[in-house]
């Protein structure tokens, strides 16, 4: 086989999946969206019917204002965090991101278990003041659903941006004469301008498109996931939701792809104070705080799921009953969900380490584009897949109802993840020229690929992996809407405990799902630091 | 030494040409012969087409249609390069980080499914004729610049390439240990006795190493030649410029003479022309008595830069003239000297001259 046909081998798996499971379904969702009462015109009714346009921009304005938010929270904490050393630092760096990959619903949890009828909030302030504040339920509780689940993305890409700094450039700058301050002004926060646009542009496109966290919360919020979600399910609209859900992704997938093309981003000047004692105080409360806020929920639930009743408190006791009941109710949830999430795990190493390869040496146009598409589902919210899918293959009853159906869309949206991991690794370890090293010395292509392209591309090929698996396990905005009553995967089985089992239960599944998630999170943060070693 | 011969084949390129997808016209069609066992130096400056040209003959770029690359007269152009047989070490070495020292230079040997002893054996000798011993099971970081390298000169040759291909190999590395690595290099070539090309925009490194010379510039072969004649009878003012450092002088030539502001000089050639253009090197031009010479001028400037020093003559010729002369000679700056340069040390060239010159007054 000649390396030319080798490389095409190994995109066919590639182009095969993308087209079947994503390609042709998101064709399919364009024509139904322009197959209701007012044709292809229904696409202006996103805008011009008046509730569909008050949805579209309240959920704009949340998105917006959770970017906002997240941001400026972000850069101070992730600003202070990478630029001083001090005792318990990692462990802060922990508790701020192991939300990383919680489930929209869990989060829903969480935020009702800090700001419900029964959370913290409501306590505090009933002792306080006599009256109970509960928000959860409202735009508020929404929002802080949001911040909760970007804050962790964005600290982390911050982070990263301010140690990749070359100190050469900052010193640089020194040595022509620019002050402490000037140097955070002039080279400093320009640098770091691309992580701010991304990171925000990340933060923006997920908060519209999230779905979960609204569908705990389970309010009359009006953001268009849930419009879509009631226009599809319960009201039957198939057109309108397609259309809405078109709409949805072209603003997500424009906001992303922008991120791709800003120029550095001006900064306002905020880090000359720095060394102020004073101000390193000041952001460290405030980071502890920021940790406070995404910590103390998760803990709340945990010890939720351990005691025997919440209303009475801890002091009612310890229990593993809930946890032994939950075990009973769902082990199969769990089953299957371990079940897909390695079933996804294999389909994606098969599908995306020899695509990743053959993408980034082949290289040109056609590779931009290809990688463009294949990684479009990272910016089309799940609810949008989902429906393509369902309205695709809805009607292949046995695929539909088996747990296949739901691994398909597993396979889609995790695709880009393990393809970005490994290129990423190709990008900085010229696997051009090892591949010509190892022809040079009579290797064939595949001996090529196997005894030099995946060993190099192992780190890629670890860190992918381990997102993979975890992504899987907590996807839940494709998964609710393509499971069916026998094919429940946890983060499912974890919405119907929120629905409809009490407060006790629900947490202690909770419990399950930290104790699965964890260890991923803490193997993900692992590999990602030796790299960054490395 | 048990080391076997190199099985060096002999490989000529013929009108093989290169222009990429984007136009690019890297290489014009060129034609070239390598004999068995020698090696050829492709030189000249960057992006003149030196690695397009080695990557053709590797099997890594095809020629533009009508070009054909041959292997002991064989036309390899079906091959790809996994099946040419041809040793390359990459400017950037391109060592399998995966694997430890031993298993790259084995690398090879194991996929032409070579017994895991020979290939230990085989290993062995290439570490003690490369001067690596104690390596072996080290990762390739844990390897200086200069180990790299010879890690991945050994890797090549442990094949029995037909042809070894190098490109740049000694570039990433600094100025001493280039020139150890260089005489090295040399005599590890000369043992093996494979046919060897190699490519350097370093033109000591070219006349160090090669049997021949290719000097390129812009796509094209400008000279081919050995390294003294391409230093001593450059075909251009191109080639006569790019290796050492040469004095371009044009002038009246008269009966075998160059009529100079500063005198005259007597040439090999006997003829007569209005614009020749000769080439002198610094070190052929002795400083004497302005009296005793029949060219003189003014010293401009004098650097010492230790095994001699560089002398800027003006008004000698049109242009200053630079001379080397001995570093215990006493030159002062502005003193008048005498220049003597004898008829061989003229090289004339058959480039038209440049149409600025002016005789001075
Ligand atoms: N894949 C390619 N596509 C387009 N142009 C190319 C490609 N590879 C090389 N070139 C161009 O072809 C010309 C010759 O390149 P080549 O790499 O052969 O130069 P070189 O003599 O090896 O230079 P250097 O000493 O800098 O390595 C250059 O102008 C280069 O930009
Ligand atoms: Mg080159």
Known sequence: ?534 | MTMDLGHGVAVRIEACGKTFADGTRALEPATLDIARGETLVLLGPSGCGKTTMLRIIAGLETPDSGGRVLFDGRDVASEPIERRNVGMVFQSYALFPNMSVADNIGYGLKIRGVSKADRAARVAELVRLTNIEGLENRRIDQLSGGQRQRVALARAVAIRPAVLLLDEPLTALDAALRERLRGELDRLLRSLGITTIYVTHDQAEAMALGDRIVVMSKGMITQVGTPRDVYLRPESRFVAEFIGAANIVEAELRDGRLLLPGGILAVADAGSRPGAVAMIRPETISLTAPEAAMLSGHVDGVSFVGDRQRVIVTGAAAKPLTVDASNSAVVRTGERVGLTISPEAIWLLSDPPSNDVRPEG
Not at chain 1, 52 to 57: H, K, S, V
Not at chain 1, 404 to 431: C, E, K, N, Q, Y
Not at chain 1, 500 to 513: D, K, Q
């Open chain 1, 1 to 534: 086989m000649t390396h030319r046909s080798f490389v095409l081998a190994c995109l066919a798996p590639l182009a095969l999946v993308t087209t079947a499971f994503f390609l042709l379904p998101m064709g399919r969702l364009m024509l139904v969206g322009a197959t209701g009462p007012h044709g292809l015109a229904g696409y202006l009714d996103i805008v011009l019917e008046p509730r569909y346009r008050a949805t579209l921009i309240n959920t704009v304005v949340l998105a917006a204002a959770t970017t906002l938010a997240t941001m400026v929270i972000a850069t101070i904490s992730g600003m202070f965090l990478e630029r001083h050393r001090f005792p318990g630092r990692s462990i802060l760096i922990a508790m701020l991101t192991f939300p990383l990959a919680f489930p929209g619903v869990v989060i829903g949890f969480l935020i009702i278990l800090l700001a419900g009828r029964q959370g913290v909030i409501g306590d505090l302030t009933q002792i306080l003041t006599g009256e109970k504040i509960v928000f959860a339920y409202s735009i508020w509780g929404l929002f802080l659903g949001y911040l909760y689940f970007s804050i962790p993305r964005v600290i982390l890409t911050i982070m990263a941006a301010v140690q990749k700094l070359d100190p050469g450039l900052e010193e640089a700058a020194r040595s022509l004469g620019a002050g402490p301050w000037a140097v955070q002004r002039d080279v400093v926060l320009p640098a770091l301008g691309p992580a701010f646009v991304a990171s925000g542009a990340i933060a923006f496109a997920t908060a519209m498109g999230a779905f979960g966290t609204a569908f705990t919360l389970a309010t009359n919020i009006d953001v268009l996931p849930m419009l879509i979600y009631t226009e599809f399910t319960l009201a039957a609209n198939f057109a309108t939701a397609a259309s809405l859900s078109i709409g949805l992704g072209l603003i997500s997938w424009a906001i992303l792809r922008y991120r791709a093309h800003s120029p550095a981003a001006p900064w306002r000047r905020r880090a000359d104070a720095m060394r102020d004692r004073l101000i390193f105080i000041a952001q460290l409360s405030f980071t502890l705080l920021v940790a406070a806020f995404l910590v103390v929920p998760a803990l709340l639930s945990i010890s939720a799921g351990i005691t025997a009743n919440y209303f009475r408190g801890i002091s009612s006791g310890v229990t593993l009953q809930w946890v032994a009941q939950v075990w009973e109710l769902y082990a199969d949830t769990i089953a299957l969900s371990f079940l897909i999430a390695f079933a996804t795990l294999g389909a994606t190493l098969v599908i995306g380490v020899p695509a990743a390869y053959a993408l980034h040496v082949r290289g040109g146009t056609l590779s931009r584009v290809t990688e463009e598409v294949v990684t479009l589902p990272l910016a089309i919210p799940g609810m949008a897949i989902a429906l393509a899918l369902l309205l695709t293959y809805g009607g292949f009853g046995g695929f539909r109802r088996s747990w296949m159906f739901i691994l398909v869309g597993h396979v889609v949206f995790t695709l880009p993840f393990m393809l970005r991991s490994v290129m990423a690794v190709f990008a900085t370890i010229d696997v051009g020229t090892l591949d010509e090293g190892a022809a040079s010395l009579g290797a064939s292509p595949m001996r090529r690929f196997i005894d030099v392209i995946v060993p190099n591309a192992m780190p890629g090929i670890v860190a992918g992996s381990l997102m993979v698996v975890t992504l899987s396990l907590g996807e839940f905005n494709l998964t609710w809407m393509l499971h069916t009553p026998l094919t429940k995967t946890l983060p499912v089985g974890l919405a119907d405990s929120y629905a409809s089992m009490r407060l006790e239960v629900a947490s202690a599944y909770t419990l399950i799902f930290f104790i699965m998630i964890v260890p991923l999170l803490v193997a993900m943060q692992l590999v990602a630091g030796k790299e960054q070693r490395a």
